[in-house]
């Protein structure tokens, strides 16, 4: 149900950091990626379960989104590789491939508590002189 509270809140820090039109839409799709991961995959749909997401922009010129989950947590170097030509079909799989092709940084860990965490980071582009 918070989904799209976090999208309006995702869209706000994404302005004052100053992302583009562009990077707002890529925030957008990463933010709501790792959510929805969380949710399903993380917390296998377990209502009693939180999903936690936070927001910084320290810089001032960087998005900083964490997303954390309550459940069991996996090895990031054991997910299968979206790309490949028996998963190209597959319906589901491509959510951290949109998250590191959409942010400029991702990092995924154990979350203090046990199940997995996502840092995602974006800056704005540069102001010319």
């Known amino acids: 149900d918070m989904l799209d509270f976090v999208q309006v809140v995702s869209d706000y820090v994404g302005r004052l950091t100053g992302l583009d ?3 707002l839409y890529e925030v957008s799709v990463a933010v709501r990626e790792s959510v929805v991961n969380a949710i ?3 917390n ?3 209502q009693s379960k939180r ?5 910084s922009t320290v810089p001032a010129d960087q998005m900083v989104v964490r997303v954390e989950d309550q459940g069991q ?4 170097d054991a997910i299968a590789d979206p790309l ?3 998963n190209i079909m597959k319906g589901s799989g491509r959510g951290i491939l ?12 154990r979350a203090s508590e046990g199940g997995m965490a996502v840092r995602m980071e974006k800056k ?6």
């Open 44 to 46: 296998q749909n377990d």
């Open 73 to 76: 947590g996996f090895d990031p």
């Open 51 to 55: 999903v936690i997401v936070e927001f």
């Open 84 to 86: 490949a030509p028996e």
């Open 98 to 109: 949109f998250m590191r092709n959409y942010m400029d940084d991702v990092t995924l860990s």
């Open 21 to 23: 039109e562009d990077q």
């Open 40 to 42: 399903k995959h993380g």
């Open 124 to 129: 704005a582009p540069r102001a010319e002189s």
